[in-house]
């Protein structure tokens, strides 16, 4: 099968290697039809994740199940299904959550080195019940293309930010995620959302719906327009010392701040 890898920071091609077996009795091999370039792609581009050998990239994926295990039960060949961008094992009491992030033998992002990159012919999936769902009639692929990775993203973001009916909330990093959560932050009912960002256009698109665009850092700005109490929560969609230091200057006491930008391996000295 034909897959795309990284094998140096800047060096992008397309391999041709093995197709993958079947992961288990509880696994599945589908064959992908559409896949996402995500944000976190570009760390691996850039070089900023170590690795020694080239790794197949892509955790966004629609495509057809070509093999099922014995023990798949939701799923059969033929069916048209969305992958989830995180695997878990599906079994461990973090995984009974249904949140693959709190999968206590280590959540595996497929695409990162361990699993195989959904930017491919073919995608192997592990514990499928768990990891794969299928699409249900009047969905579009691209809908379902953003359903498995940067809204779902957003949705948890905002979801872990503690957001209470009326309240405030700033979203610093206006990306695919970013507005994910934006959206995401009034449906869990926001009644104000400060949209933080660098990028005139994504400011733009952000008050569109509803949000007050700022540009960053935007902690004073959010501080002076609450009264001096700060933003009730914070979404970090960013990944960055800068956009952490914004949003713990930004949030008033006993705020939350909810981190879903992919940070770098450096420790953040954190206030005390």
């Not at 140096?8 to 992961?23: F, H, K, M, Y």
């Not at 039960?73 to 461990?92: F, H, I, N, P, Q």
């Not at 009916?165 to 869990?188: N, P, T």
Request: charged share 15%; with cysteine; aromatic share 4%.
């Amino acid at each position: 099968m034909r897959a795309v890898v990284i094998d140096g920071a800047g060096s992008v091609r397309v391999n041709t290697q093995p197709d993958p077996a079947l992961p288990g009795p509880d696994g599945v091999v589908v064959a992908v039809t559409a896949a996402g370039i995500c944000g976190s792609d570009l760390h691996f581009y850039e070089g900023e994740y170590p690795f020694t050998e080239p790794v197949a990239l892509g955790h966004e994926a629609v495509g057809t199940i070509v093999e099922a295990g014995p023990q798949v039960r939701t799923v059969g060949v033929g069916d048209l299904v969305m992958v989830s961008s995180v695997a878990g094992c599906g079994v461990c009491p973090g995984c009974e959550t249904h949140d693959p992030v709190m999968c206590f033998s280590g959540p595996m992002i497929f695409g990162a080195g361990v699993l195989g990159g959904a930017q491919a012919d073919l995608l192997a999936v592990p514990a499928a019940d768990f990891q794969v769902l299928k699409i249900p009639e009047g969905i579009t692929t691209e809908q379902a293309l953003l359903l498995t990775d940067n809204l779902a993203t957003g949705w948890a973001a905002a979801q872990r930010a503690d957001i209470s009916f009326g309240s405030a909330v700033a979203v610093i990093g206006l990306g695919a995620v970013g507005l994910c959560a934006l959206r995401s932050a009034f449906i869990h009912g926001a009644a104000t959302v400060f949209a933080v960002d660098r990028v005139k256009g994504r400011l733009q698109r952000a008050a569109t719906w509803g949000a007050t665009p700022i540009p960053s850092p935007a902690a004073e700005t959010i501080l002076a327009a609450t009264r001096g109490h700060g933003a009730d929560s914070v979404i970090d969609a960013v990944g960055t010392d800068a956009s952490m230091s914004d949003a713990l200057n930004a949030v008033r006491p006993g705020g939350t701040v909810s981190v879903v930008g992919v940070h770098d391996l450096q420790p953040f000295p954190c206030p005390h």
